[in-house]
């Protein structure tokens, strides 16, 4: 007998080894036969051809021996955790358990000032993992106590400053490199969907498949309009996004996004896809501006804990624009929206309502934009 543990990574983990052994001794304490243990795995090169042929999707890798070396372990184990469910709250330390191979749901409890949006743990220092760790070994929970000269990376050094100080730092280049840029100006943000198993024919298993977009056009200081796509979730959505950010992008002014990459790589994608589209997509990539490493070399203030992402930034730019009045307030939650769109047995009435929470979200980001931008640029000096 064959068992096949399914896993929807694109590569084995240790875990998924484990994970297999405990499934493989239940199976032989149930007196199941096995001679043969595999894990399946998503093969991300694959391209989905259509009419649901799906073979080559899944990589079949056996992992019997190994499988073999671990069965003696599983009784352990299993004592191990009925312990813990019978014992008390154990006393163990956070460390790297604490984030591999997930983060544990229970972080806020044990390490509450990382989690929480309260004070400044050294944890807050932008990929200062190792040094964090070091800091705290040493006993400094609060990043404000640690002595200037332990940072020298200017980023560090930078979120200690306002840390230590409370008030926000603005270097006015920000607002001159924005001065110097003409109009129109266009703001632009894209919503995508990935699937593990892809539906659309040319599509690969997670690949990044956009769905929507929104843009706000600013034809001169503060005069703005919008435009926007929303797929309907019945097919393929690329060839209506791409057609229609065409005509609303125009052939001239700065596109902003906030970190570009994303954007780029889509645009370009499409690009590739639909030849016919390829120039006006190309062309639009080269005029797009990433607002994310201005706010990163120019920006920071105390209540951004380390992180210049837009949902960090723009609170502190702009209160008013809060993500939490929305029903979609992030990008998961849009794609979780899109994928109840996609499901036939949503109802109509559900279905306008994810519209409506989707259509909302997107152009939230699209004018978190223009405050950030705007913010920079009314301090140039
Ligand atoms: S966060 Fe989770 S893994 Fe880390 S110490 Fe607490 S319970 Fe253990």
Known sequence: MRMVEVKSTTSIKDYHLMDAAIQSWV??????????????????????????????????????????????????????????????EPCVATGPQCHTPFKCPFLSFCSPSVESDDGFPPEILPYGAALSAKLRKEGYNDLRDVPADRLDNLRHQLV??????????????????????PY??????FETISLA????????????????????????????????????????????????????????GPIFAYNAPFERSRMQELADHFPILSRALEDAIDRIVDLLPIAREYYYH????????????????????????????????AQQA????????TSPERRQKLKGALLSYCERDTLAMVRIAHYFEDNES
């Not at 998503?42 to 990589?59: A, K």
């Not at 899109?338 to 047995?345: D, G, Q, R, S």
Request: aromatic share 10%.
């Open 197 to 252: 198993v892809p539906v659309w024919t040319g599509t690969r298993p997670y690949m990044q498949v956009p769905f929507q977009w929104s843009c706000h056009i600013e034809t001169a200081k503060g005069v703005m309009t919008h435009s926007e796509f929303l797929a309907d979730g019945r097919g393929d959505p690329r060839q209506n996004f791409a057609e229609s950010l065409i005509d609303a992008i125009g052939t001239n």
């Open 184 to 189: 129109p100006r266009y703001y632009l943000d």
């Open 338 to 345: 899109f994928a109840e769109i996609m499901e036939i047995k």
């Open 302 to 333: 105390p209540a951004m804990r380390g992180s210049w992402s837009i949902k960090a930034v723009l609170p502190t730019i702009a209160p008013d624009l809060a993500y939490d009045d929305l029903e979609v307030g992030n990008g998961d939650m």
């Open 27 to 88: 199976a032989k304490q149930a007196m199941l036969p096995l001679n043969k243990v595999e894990i399946a795995y998503i093969d991300n090169s694959f391209i989905y051809p259509g009419d649901g042929m799906y073979q080559g999707l899944f990589h079949f890798a056996d992992v019997s021996e190994q499988i073999a070396d671990l069965q003696d372990d599983v009784p352990g184990w299993i004592n191990a955790a009925r312990a813990s469910l019978s014992g008390g």
């Open 160 to 181: 200690w400053r306002v840390s230590k100080s409370g008030q926000s730092e603005l270097d006015p280049e920000a607002g001159r490199l924005l001065a110097a840029l």
